[in-house]
């Protein structure tokens, strides 16, 4: 019987690559197969590694609270919760992979939600800033990245808060860059940390600087509100900055944004803005170098526009400190010394001092010195020195201005000159003169005439022509202003100073004066423009209230002007009786508050030449044979002696209860002169 045959056995085994599990130890499905044998889960579960949270020791100080219990308050970790590594628990289903990307997305911030952010920030870095500057020096950085923004609102209050943390910790002093000596030298912690400090703000201040003038550029843009907006900002903010550090550094940056402004054409808020700030700048110096700054930067515009500037730019020279303190003059023969009558006993009395309290009082001087120097006092001869070449520039622009013959600031150089006469050098007299005498002239023969009127295609005036009778009324003041300010009226004939031009041309100008209907109105009086006569008088026109000059009317100017002629005592009697008969005249036209001026200035002239014409009041008594001219124009060729003074009582019957009184005031002195 043949034996069956066994059936072959086929042995399975394990494939030469098995796949590699996620987790070592954990079961793997490959088709029906799953191989588990021989595998202890637990085991593998137990040697897995976990992630366990990290419990960080709280080193916060125990508070009371206001019940008396003295608790620890422990502050939640921000750290991830600890990840279950359970098998099948580290997979991620679609909806969690969703949420991940959801969270992801950035989340758009609304405008007013980025704006309370950012005053939030701006809020917390500028009081630490205050707090402790040397400590949270890199808040001044992020300050400059907050006005980074796109958002208007954002950089105008980055720059409002940039002002405020500046103007606090901005020191008292100049900081210097430091040399390769100062870097490499061994110095302690402290001054270590207060270098780091002041190189930080420096830094950061100059980027804020030039943040500021590049946003002022933009001032008085009408094509873009919001750059507008901006840019008045940055002005104020470099306004206030100016007046509040002046020693700092980077002062000629915050002086060039105020004087870029003022080249302007339209006179905006922001124009005005930077105009009262220097005209306080230069009120307020007491050092020298800020003026010295804006009066050279003012001169280089000037001429770099061609002198076509607003008159109120030049009118800034006049609130300079060289007025008040340049004002007194020292004798001429004898030297001031100090009153004090023991003097002569301390100076030559010598204390007794040991040698430890000499090196103490030496020491003690040494530092007192460094105090000085870090303080930035400046020397009576450092500041003799600036003010000289403050001075020298404004003449120069002055100068230059009268050499061109600008119309609309000629009023503004005479009012200068004659402001400053007491400081101008007895050598530029001569020059100076000349052209005040150029100027009177060319005033004359600009005066309209009745065919230039009555011509239709005649040129039109423009409206920043000068007035030709307060030209000369200014050029005729300003001329005996440089006599009187430097005592030069001794010395006037070995100077050849011949000031006959002026008095002559003034004397054949009082009847035009008189006949003037805007005597008594400055340029900031209110009054409606004529319409058909708008172009032709200057006066007519609109000015702004900000005009410095030729503030004062007419009439004080013409007072001025005859004081500085008749009031001397070297005057010959024949033109103080010339302007006298003259005067009276012209009272019979003038208004009240003038015929009342003039008589107070008559009564002034008889206290001091009332015995050289009381013979212009009694018939009896004339000196001159012939008749009187009153249209000459010569002054000595008017005969005025040939006459009397008879307009006297036409002014006794004056409406005006005050003329009628100064006449009366004239005659009583005359009588009691006799």
Known sequence: MAVARAAKRTRISPSASPPTPFLTGFPVHDGNISHTAGWNLEQQYEEHPRKRKKVQESTRLPIKTAEGRIERITYPESGQETVDSFPGSCGETESDTHETAAEERPVEVSIRQQIIEAKEELARIGTLLSEDPEEHAGGFRKLAEIGASMNPTVKKLTLATQLAVYKDVVPGYRIRPLGDLDSSEKVSKEVRRLRSFEQALITNYQNYTKELAKNAKASGDSSSEVRASIATVAISCACTLLLAVPHFNFRSELIKILVDKLSARNKDGDFIKCLETLEELFRLDDDGNPSLDGVTQLSKLIKARDYRVDESVLNTFLHLRLLSELSSRGSQTRIDRPTSTDSKRHRFKKEFRTKKNRKLLKERKAVEKEFKEADAIVSREEGERLQAETLKMVFIT????????????????????????????????????????????????????????????????????????????????????????????????????????????????????????????????????????????????????????????????????????????????????????????????????????????????MKVHGRKVAALWNTEERKGDGVFDALRGDVEGSNPFASTVWEGELLRCHYVPAVREGVKGIERLLREIK
């Open 398 to 605: 002055y100068f230059r201005i009268l050499k061109t013959r600008v119309p609309n600031l000629t009023g503004a150089v005479l009012e200068g000159l004659a402001r400053y006469a007491h400081l101008i050098n007895q050598d530029f007299f001569g020059d100076l003169l000349e052209t005040l005498k150029d100027l009177i002239a060319s005033a004359s023969l600009a005066e309209p005439t009745d065919e230039a009127d009555d011509t239709v295609d005649a040129p039109e005036k423009p409206s920043s022509q000068q007035d030709p009778l307060r030209s000369t009324l200014l050029s005729t003041t300003t001329a005996f202003a440089l006599l009187e300010g430097q005592d030069a009226a001794r010395s006037a004939s070995a100077l050849h100073l011949d000031l006959t031009f002026f008095t002559t041309n003034l004397y054949k100008s009082l009847y035009a004066f008189a006949l003037n209907p805007d005597l008594e109105l400055s340029s900031k009086s209110l009054r409606l423009s004529d319409p058909h006569d708008s172009i032709s008088h200057p006066i007519f026109q609109p000015v702004t209230a900000h005009n410095k000059v030729n503030q004062k009317t007419p009439s004080v100017l013409l007072l001025r002007a005859l004081s500085s002629i008749l009031l001397p005592r070297a005057v010959p009697p024949l033109r103080v009786a010339a302007f006298v008969k003259q005067l009276h005249i012209c009272s019979l036209q003038l208004p009240e508050k003038s015929a009342q001026a003039v008589l107070m200035l008559l009564h002034q002239v």
